[in-house]
């Protein structure tokens, strides 16, 4: 079945870091690919997604290209601010015959000033 | 922008007491899902539901049940709480094949 992998955490930056959160999966075909923010107190929100090999997704700053060749989706930003804390989740898509997102056990991230 | 609505936002029950969670969701989606999250667990499906009147055993659904009577709300029950069930539930909603847009959480505390 799907899997998805990602690295542990909690992660502490100081502000204007660079950002990589790693993400790998095991998944039959091409599934799309997500990355979900969970800030403190709140639900998860889509971050941003990729629907085929070599296709870049961004928003709020972040990106992550889908790598068909090591089945990878590495969240990556530039420049991290105070607000970026949260958590990271790394999904795939429901496989064939079931309704149910595979998650990363999420990567914490601490920005601090 | 409503969006995905869950009430109540925190609950302390005492054990063997029961209640509902209740979901709303605007968007007009099909497909309606219950989860909770647990430090170190991740996020696991409860139940779930691909249209009005169905619903279908997820991961993790002993001790829960679910009714979806109308399409735009998605109820979970509790019908004799336990310690165990201590957890952050979230519910979410999509189209088929598209993502899921998840609730604020419903935070509960089952003493």
């Known amino acids: 079945g799907n899997s998805v992998t990602q690295m542990e955490g909690p992660v502490t930056l100081s502000e204007e870091a660079f950002l990589t959160i790693n993400c790998t999966y095991t998944?039959?075909?091409?599934?799309?690919l997500f990355w979900y923010v969970q800030y403190p107190g709140e639900g998860l929100q889509l971050l941003l997604k990729a629907t085929k090999a070599d296709d870049k997704g961004s928003n709020k700053g972040f990106e992550a290209t889908y790598r068909k060749e090591t089945t990878s989706f590495h969240l990556e930003k530039g420049s991290v601010q105070v607000s970026d804390s949260a958590v990271y989740f790394c999904?795939?898509?429901?496989?064939?015959?079931?309704?149910?997102?595979?998650f990363g056990k999420g990567t914490k991230l601490s920005v601090i000033p | 922008n409503a969006g995905v609505t869950q009430t109540p936002k925190f609950r302390v029950l005492k054990t063997g007491q029961s209640m509902t969670l209740l979901c709303a969701q605007d968007?007009?989606?099909?497909?309606m899902y219950w989860y909770r999250q647990d430090p170190g667990m991740g996020l696991r499906l409860i139940h779930y539901?691909?249209?009005?009147?169905?619903?279908a055993k997820g991961e993790v659904p002993d001790g829960y049940n679910v009714s979806r009577l109308k399409k735009q709300n998605f109820l979970l029950g509790l019908e004799s709480a336990a310690p165990s069930q201590t957890s952050v539930y979230f519910c979410a909603s999509s189209y088929p094949l598209q993502p899921q847009h998840f609730g604020d959480g419903t935070r509960l505390s089952i003493l």
């Open positions: 968007m007009n989606h099909e497909y």
């Open positions: 998944a039959t075909g091409y599934p799309s």
């Open positions: 539901s691909v249209g009005e009147g169905t619903t």
């Open positions: 999904a795939l898509p429901p496989g064939a015959g079931s309704y149910q997102l595979t």
